[in-house]
């Protein structure tokens, strides 16, 4: 396949050939890739992260009181999973509704809240939840988190909270209500 005379056709020929999965690979899906690289939407439902399939997970699937639910966002019109960007990735966590402060109670679904996973630090990953006092910490640098007072700054070096993703219950299902409260990650000074 070389010279001016290739074309796509002679490549798809060949790669087929090769087996689909590679033409696949090779050519990728621009549509597919591009929900994948998007925020989330109003209306995505979450999938698991070590999820074994695309079912999104409904109020049951997250255990009441934690541990948190690493999820991310899935288009529900084509089922692309928004895990092209580490951006995306979401802890899904339960609490006790009366115990939610302020805002938190306006974005949550039934108790549960929704929050970045990336710490807005530098952007580690938001990997412990500490139970017997309830809150999420970042690993990295220790930052800590109130998940019932809009992941409010307890401690640490971060400088601000973790955006929150504001949540509704559709059809039985979690799914976003409203875009994450603020930029993810973080923010260039």
Request: hydrophobic share 45%; aromatic share 4%; proline share 10%.
């Amino acid at each position: 396949m070389s010279g001016a005379g290739s074309t796509r056709r002679d490549f798809l020929a060949v790669a087929s050939v090769l087996g689909l999965d590679a033409a696949a690979a090779a050519i990728g899906t621009p549509a597919l890739a591009q929900a994948e690289n998007e925020r989330p939407k109003e209306g995505d439902f979450f999938v698991a992260v070590d999820g074994e399939g695309v079912a999104p997970l409904q109020l049951k699937d997250i255990p009441a009181g934690g541990p948190p639910v690493l999820a991310w966002p899935m288009d529900p019109a084509g089922n692309a999973v928004r895990k092209g960007s580490r951006l995306n990735k979401v802890l899904l966590l339960r609490l006790d509704p009366e115990t939610l402060v302020g805002v938190t109670r306006e974005r949550a679904a039934e108790g549960v809240v929704a929050y970045s996973a990336i710490c807005p630090h530098t952007a580690c990953e938001v990997n412990v939840w500490v139970p017997d006092q309830q809150i999420l910490e970042c690993s990295c640098h220790y930052s800590h988190y109130n998940p019932r007072e809009a992941a409010a700054v307890l401690d640490g070096p971060t400088p601000r909270p973790l955006p929150a993703l504001p949540l509704k219950i559709v059809d039985g299902k979690l799914a976003v209500a409203k875009p994450f409260t603020s930029r993810v990650g973080v923010i260039p000074t």
